[in-house]
Structure formats: structure tokens, C-alpha cells
């Protein structure tokens, strides 16, 4: 099997130790190459057991178990695996070793089972009970009397991590920056470097890949909820969308359900290369037919895409841009987020304000990774500064109101 990969992957595979741990900014490939190195491992070597996890399920979904069903037909392995989709386990069929994907949100999930190769997808979400729980769970034996292997990847937020894992001898760290990511396009690339002058932290983290502190966040009053809380469209007041356009960057969209005075948030769309075809495609898939007279809120610099939405059934209308504003707006809300919400609840657990060289705090949040940040602003501000709400005493009405509920 011929495949692409960094020099990441190449240290992985020909480490000696029992446990890696890839650290790397934004784009380094840490998780990718893991997940190169286990399919080598699930091809090549028989009767292995393999666990893949994450803290959340939701999560885990998004970030590890589609993109490796992907890697799978982009190698053409596809068709030689067993696949249990509810299960998520995947067996290659030629070795029959096989991959387990699940969650850690409740560790006794794999308490009575043993495995030959775990991976940890972002570590700094699990704690260190976790982790210990799981090198436990590092003995099944082998045919081939292969080591068996503890990996693990992360950006680098400080964490338990620092103390408890860095200086340890028994692992092997392997750090990484975009630079070891030879496939990156130069937008991506010039996007990425462009932080050195918005704001250090970011580009110590992403560009860097430096442990750092996260300071001056600007959301925190939300709430992390399951997908069951989530209300029903029947039983809202209001139901509002925010639409932020992209084709190399990502194109997002959130639903808000608004019901006794609270905001219930779900994403719908993140995904990059997307024409305003594709997107109409798939707002028909997101928007049922009987739902398409809620308002969505578009990015106000895309009019030609707008109007071709709008010509195709959807109530879409142009936000307000007002940054500043709308984030100030926004702050002043009780937000409910599913945990479904992988994308959402990374941006917003990450979303900050900028700061200069000098230490001073701005006013103007740091633009990466705050697509549905953006979205979820153009939607709440927009929908609350309009016809009967424009002016600057209507939306303190309605926050004295929202406010004393």
C-alpha cells in the first residue's frame, strides 16, 4: 500500500517506545499520521485490536471514525472490511484485526477488555485517571510478538499533561508545526502566519505548536447540553438561522431554537469547498421544506450568493456585521449548546480577543476558527436589531425583559 505522509508518520513508525505523544499546532498532521499508522497496523499485522477514542462520542464521530472510513476508500481498503456501523467497529477482513471507536465519557466502557493499540484523540480532554485507565487496558497479547502501543496527539493547551507526561522517559514526543505538513496549500499557509501579527498566544498554539495559557476568552456564559434537551420545533417560540459563507475556509451554519427566553444551538453545516450550489443542496437536506420560511442571516458581503438562495426558497436575509456590538449582544445570553456540536463548542471554547505586542487587550476578536462564531452572531444580532428593533432602546427592552424572565 503506497500512501502520502510526513515526516510525522515516518517517526511514528519507527519509534521504539511503547507510548507517543504528538504534539503540534494547527495542521501539523499529529492525528492524521496516527491514523495512517494504524491502518499499517490493521493491514499488516493479524488478530490486533485496536481502540480509538475520544472523550465524547460526538466528537469522536466528526474528528476520527468518518475521515478513517474515508482514508479506507481513498486506499482502497474499503471493500475488504467488515463494518459494524452501529457498533463502530471495523475488521479487515485479509488479518482479521479489528478497530473499536468509542467514547470515554464513561471509563467502564472498556474496563473489562484489552487492546494492542489505543489512540487518545485529544488528550487535554480526558484527565489523568482516564489516561492511566486506558495503559492499563494496553495488553493484549500478540502473534507477532509485537510491542503493543499508547498514542495520543493534542494542541498544545496547557494542561495535566505538562506535569504528568512531558518529562517522562517511557514517551516518545514528537512535536510538530505545519511546516512538517508538506500538502498544505499557501493560502492555508499564509492564513496560518498571519497570526504572528493578530495575536501571539494564537500563533504560539496553532503556528508554533508552544504549551500556552488561553487568557481573555470571550464566551462564557454557556451551557454544554445532549442532543435530547434539544427542543422541538413545535414547542419554540422562535426558530432563527446564521449562515457564514466560505469555500476554503469552511462554510457554517447554526440553528437556534428560541424557547421560553432560552437559546438552544446546533450546528448544521461545516464543510469546506462548497459552491452555492452544493450549499443550496444541502440546506435542502438541513431545512426541511415546512421549516424554510425561518429566517436565516447571511454573511451582508455575498449578495449575488444571497439572492441565489433566496430565489431558491429560503427566507435569507443579510446580517448585521457590527462586530463589536454583536458580541456584546451575544455575551448577554444564556446559550445552550448541543454536545453534538463539535465545531461550535471547539470556536466558542476557544474564542478570544486580541492582543497586541504590547500586551494590550483589543477589541476585535482573533479571526481563526470562529466560523460559527460568526454565524451565530449574525443570526442572534441581526434577529434582534431589525424591523421593530432597530433602534438601541428596543434591543435593551429586550434584554431587560430576557434578563428578568
Known amino acids: 500500500m503506497e500512501i502520502q505522509a510526513t515526516n510525522v508518520f515516518y517517526r511514528i513508525y519507527n519509534s521504539k517506545k511503547n507510548q507517543i505523544l504528538n504534539i503540534g499546532g494547527a495542521r501539523s498532521s499529529k492525528s492524521y499520521s496516527i491514523l495512517q499508522y494504524l491502518i499499517t497496523r490493521l493491514t499488516n499485522e493479524k488478530g490486533k485490536k485496536i481502540l480509538i477514542c475520544r472523550k465524547t462520542l460526538p ?10 472510513l474515508g482514508m479506507l476508500k481513498d486506499y482502497g481498503l474499503y471493500h475488504l472490511c467488515e463494518i459494524n456501523k452501529q457498533d463502530r467497529i471495523i475488521k479487515f477482513l485479509p488479518t482479521q484485526s479489528f478497530i473499536y471507536f468509542t467514547s470515554i465519557d464513561d471509563p467502564e466502557k472498556i474496563k473489562s477488555t484489552e487492546f494492542n493499540y489505543i489512540f487518545m484523540e485529544e ?10 485507565t486506558l495503559k492499563l487496558r494496553l495488553s493484549a497479547p500478540s502473534q507477532d510478538k509485537q510491542s503493543n502501543k499508547l498514542l495520543m496527539a493534542m494542541n498544545p493547551i496547557s494542561c ?8 517522562d522517559n517511557e514517551i516518545e514526543v514528537i512535536k510538530s508545526t505545519y511546516k512538517d505538513n508538506p500538502f498544505l496549500s499557501q493560502e492555508y499557509i499564509n492564513m496560518l502566519e498571519q497570526l504572528k501579527d493578530v495575536d501571539l498566544t494564537y500563533w504560539k498554539i496553532y503556528g508554533l505548536g508552544e504549551f500556552t495559557e488561553i487568557s481573555n476568552l470571550i464566551y462564557q456564559m454557556y451551557e454544554i447540553i445532549p442532543f435530547e434537551s434539544y427542543p422541538l420545533i413545535e414547542q419554540c417560540d422562535e426558530v432563527i438561522y446564521g449562515l457564514d459563507f466560505g469555500y476554503n475556509n469552511p462554510t457554517a451554519l447554526v440553528e437556534i431554537r428560541i424557547k421560553d427566553k432560552k437559546f438552544y444551538e446546533r450546528e448544521l453545516i461545516y464543510q469546506t469547498n462548497l459552491t452555492n450550489a452544493d450549499l443550496i443542496e444541502l440546506l435542502k437536506q438541513k431545512i426541511f421544506v415546512g421549516h424554510r420560511h425561518f429566517p436565516i442571516y447571511a454573511d451582508a458581503s455575498e449578495p449575488n450568493r444571497i439572492e441565489e438562495i433566496y430565489r431558491a426558497g429560503f427566507n435569507i436575509k443579510p446580517a448585521n456585521k457590527s462586530v463589536k456590538d454583536g458580541i456584546d449582544f451575544v455575551k448577554r445570553l444564556k446559550i445552550y449548546s448541543c454536545n453534538e456540536n ?20 483589543l477589541d476585535e476578536p482573533v479571526k481563526f476558527n470562529d466560523h460559527l462564531m460568526d454565524a451565530e452572531r449574525y443570526a442572534l444580532y441581526t434577529h434582534y ?11 435593551e427592552a429586550f434584554l431587560e425583559f430576557y434578563q428578568n424572565y
Open 385 to 395: 436589531h431589525q424591523e421593530g428593533k432597530t433602534d438601541k432602546k428596543g434591543l
Open 342 to 361: 463539535v465545531n461550535l463548542n471547539r470556536e466558542r471554547k476557544f474564542y478570544k480577543w486580541q492582543v497586541d505586542k504590547k500586551g494590550n487587550i
Open 123 to 132: 488528550l487535554n480532554e480526558f484527565d489523568y485517571e482516564d489516561y492511566v
Open 160 to 167: 495535566w499533561v505538562n506535569e504528568k507526561l512531558l518529562n
Open 59 to 68: 466528537a469522536l464521530k466528526v474528528s476520527t471514525y468518518q475521515p478513517f
